[in-house]
């Protein structure tokens, strides 16, 4: 197990401060963009005695590497609430902290869109209808002030946040225009002879304020739903421990206790059915353990005296006493939970296009609207400063990030319901964003590339037709009273014929052959090549040959024999999808390198990658390997994708830049993984690139409809043409503008439904 302990080290030396430092995970609270995850990794690495910290926005975690002689936890989580947010230090119940914060944030931005979406409603209609009915200012003042101050306090708070720390971000936008919008309209309408007596008309933008907020909401709600279960996959790994174990004591008593009383060299009991504690070692007792969490295998392995157990596997039917060799977190569960932690909080947070642009653009955005009112203060003569102010609204007016907010979550949304309707699950916009630019691709094997479970795909019989009848009956009552895994699929295949049961007698178990028992006063055997020749049984050529054979495709071989001769071989294997091979060759047609990873033997495993096409593949891998070869691919330069089902690949999905589970697998790997195919046919893979490709152009679209505007409107609303023909852009046609820029962005997402894969 050392290729898992040594992926990455929990501790490293720094030779030039000759001090030990820690690199540990904390959950972040209180993230609300991608902006705010720099401030808390620039706050982090400012601590002195951190050599390197890094926020992951996504999964809403930091990491820190630090000197811990020098550096409390503490620190850590004073410099972090220093700026408004919060570190949780507690190494207790981390995760569901963090879960219970995202579930409450959650629930909080749902309230707020409802009601900002249920005041803005009236405010619009009144603006765009019934602007002349008594006291129309006065009601959308009032219905607009809630809407702002209370249900986009948030906005302003966030605003605040960031030009402490001299940032600006898309919630500065929202808060300036918003606010200035306000403020604008609320003086028109206490104070409208303002205007009058300069014989302009008061006019109010109190729907242009309230309608930002609502859609704004909206968008934060979108990115948040998709964020919101992102630490179940850890919470379910944990789960794999059980919390008691049965220690036996010196005189063969069992007692329960807490796993965290269990130390190395203790002796514990195992009963069928139930989950392996610790990692160790048989001390006494035979059983089958289903151990696919490591190996992603369907079959059950026979563990006997000496044999090692690992952590978080399935006893299957035999009871046995173990001795304790690995506890707490040297075992390899906890290894695999420290290392789906770090894969996932080492990615660097993906800035997401429309943010890198308003880092930019809010502050040019502020700039250009001081710039238009010192310039008609200066220039303006008569009513400067009324045009000074107008311009100015106008400007933060036009530029108002309303098109701005919809445009990646309107095209993402619209995405992962085209993907839903082609069986699709889609969890993040990170991942729909990536996965068009895949170059290589990692496909599991067991549960991926084939079914999954074992089955029986040949019988061949030698004699009668009469006396294949008769022996298939024994044959059925043998399996369905062997404890072997394989007679499952055995028993399954011949339930299928409508035989009934033989009566059998002496049934016995043999230890690494097979059964036998009596039918008839006859004997029969079923088992391996090996209790055929320990009894002196003949086989035929024919037989002999077509055994061979089917080995030769890695199928698993079962001989039927009685006394005398053998009756019939079984073949038993994984079977290899139907559209596997069609799906494979349709990425490699399109560039992508596709490699196959198992646990499975080296036999197996060429096999089937013959069978479905796949040049480069590797056989009896560890989960830490698939991780440790995704992260290979990576520093190549690839933008790889992993695909699996299991527990096994769950690091390497975390590890991935695009992880996809097959949705009948395990719940872990669905949780880690971005994408989630609801159907076993691997045919969805080629779609969900190509649904990305398809998503993206979308988005670019949007953002161009969003900032097309801005480029035109902000100098037609600042006066630019002003000194040549007189035109001021009045601040109704910059709101309908800014309208227009909205309705612009959601109908090209809407588009996107129309689209082929």
Not at 40 to 58: H, Q, T, Y
Not at 494 to 514: M, W, Y
Request: proline fraction near 3%; hydrophobic fraction near 45%; charged fraction near 20%.
């Amino acid at each position: 197990m050392s290729t898992a302990i040594s992926v990455q080290q929990e501790t490293t030396v720094t030779k030039r401060k000759k001090t030990e430092s820690s690199k540990e995970t904390f959950p972040v609270l209180e993230m609300t963009c991608a902006a705010c995850a720099v401030s808390v990794e620039s706050m982090l690495k400012s601590v002195p005695g951190v050599e390197d910290a890094g926020v992951n926005f996504a999964n809403q975690s930091a990491w820190v590497q630090y000197d811990h002689k020098n550096v409390t936890r503490e620190a850590l989580q004073s410099a972090v609430r220093s700026i408004g947010y919060d570190l949780v230090i507690e190494k207790e119940n981390q995760e569901e902290v963090k879960e219970e914060s995202q579930r409450r944030h959650y629930q909080a931005i749902k309230r707020r869109t409802i009601w900002s979406s249920v005041l803005s409603l009236p405010i619009v209609i009144i603006g765009m209808f019934f602007m002349n009915m008594p006291y129309a200012n006065w009601i959308m003042m009032v219905l607009a002030t809630p809407v702002v101050f209370i249900l986009g306090r948030s906005f302003f708070l966030n605003a605040w946040k960031q030009a402490t720390h001299r940032k600006a971000n898309m919630d500065t936008l929202v808060a300036l225009s918003t606010g200035i919008a306000w403020i604008f309209s609320a003086f028109n309408t206490i104070y409208p002879e303002f205007w009058h007596q300069r014989g302009l008309h008061a006019h109010v933008y109190f729907e242009a304020a309230a309608v930002v907020i609502a859609f704004i909401s909206l968008g934060k709600l979108l990115e948040e739903k998709a964020k919101s279960n992102t630490s179940s996959a850890i919470k379910k790994l944990i789960g794999l421990q059980p919390k008691t174990v049965l220690l036996v004591g010196g005189d063969g008593s069992t007692t329960e206790v807490p796993i965290a009383a269990v130390k190395k060299g203790d002796l514990l009991l195992v009963k069928p059915g139930e989950k392996i504690p610790v990692d160790g070692k048989l001390a006494s007792g035979e059983s089958y353990v289903d151990e696919s969490m490591i190996t992603g295998e369907p079959v059950p392995v026979a563990k006997k005296q000496g044999d090692n157990v690992f952590a978080g596997t399935i006893n299957q039917k035999g009871s046995f006493r173990f001795t304790a060799e690995k506890v707490g977190t040297d075992t390899l569960l906890a290894h695999i939970i420290k290392m789906v932690q770090e894969a996932q909080g080492s990615k660097a947070p993906v800035q997401k296009l429309v943010d890198k642009i308003a880092g930019i653009f809010v502050p040019v955005v502020i700039g250009i609207a001081i710039l238009t009112f010192v310039s008609w203060m200066v220039l303006g003569g008569d009513n400067a400063f009324t045009h000074a102010l107008l311009t100015s609204v106008t400007v933060l007016v036009i530029a108002c990030p309303c098109a701005l907010g919809l445009a990646t979550p309107t095209a993402i949304m619209v995405g992962v319901g085209k993907g839903a309707e082609n069986n699709i699950l889609i969890k993040d916009a990170e991942s729909l964003e990536l996965a068009h630019k895949v170059n290589a691709i990692i496909l599991d094997k067991t549960g991926t590339i084939t079914e999954g479970k074992p089955v029986v795909t040949d019988i061949i019989w030698d004699g009668t037709e009469t006396d294949r009848q008769m022996h298939q009956s024994v044959l059925y009552s043998l399996e369905h009273q062997s404890e072997h895994p394989l007679a499952e699929a055995v028993t399954a295949y011949l339930s299928g014929t409508g035989i009934g049961p033989a009566e059998l007698k002496n049934f016995e178990s043999l230890t690494g052959q097979g059964v036998k028992g009596d039918h008839n006063s006859q004997t029969y055997f079923v088992g391996n090549k090996r209790l055929l020749d320990e009894n002196g049984i003949t086989v035929n050529s024919h037989l002999a040959t077509q055994a061979a054979k089917l080995q030769e495709e890695a199928k698993t071989v079962i001989y039927f024999a009685n006394a005398k001769a053998l009756l019939a071989i079984v073949a038993i294997a994984d079977k290899i999808k139907e559209t596997s091979r069609q799906a494979i060759q349709a990425l490699q047609r399109s560039g992508i390198e596709v490699y196959m990873l198992t646990g499975d033997n080296q036999h197996t495993a060429a096999a089937v990658a013959r069978e479905v096409g796949i040049k480069s593949y590797k056989a009896e891998v560890l989960p830490s390997y698939k991780a440790a070869f995704v992260k290979e691919l990576q520093q190549a330069g690839k933008v790889v994708a992993m695909v699996g089902d299991g527990i096994n690949d769950s690091q390497a999905l975390a590890q991935a830049d695009v992880s996809i589970a097959m949705g009948k697998g395990s719940d872990i790997a669905m949780d880690v993984a971005k994408m989630t195919l609801i159907t076993s046919d691997l045919n969805s893979i080629p779609k969900a690139l190509k649904l990305s490709r398809q998503t993206v152009r979308t988005i670019k679209q949007n953002l161009f409809w969003a900032f097309i505007y801005n480029l035109i409107g902000i100098p037609l609303a600042a006066g630019l043409l002003f000194p040549i023909n007189g035109f001021l852009l009045d601040p109704m046609i910059a709101g309908a503008a800014m309208a227009l820029s909205s309705v612009s962005v959601v109908s090209n997402s809407l588009r996107l439904k129309a689209a082929r894969l």
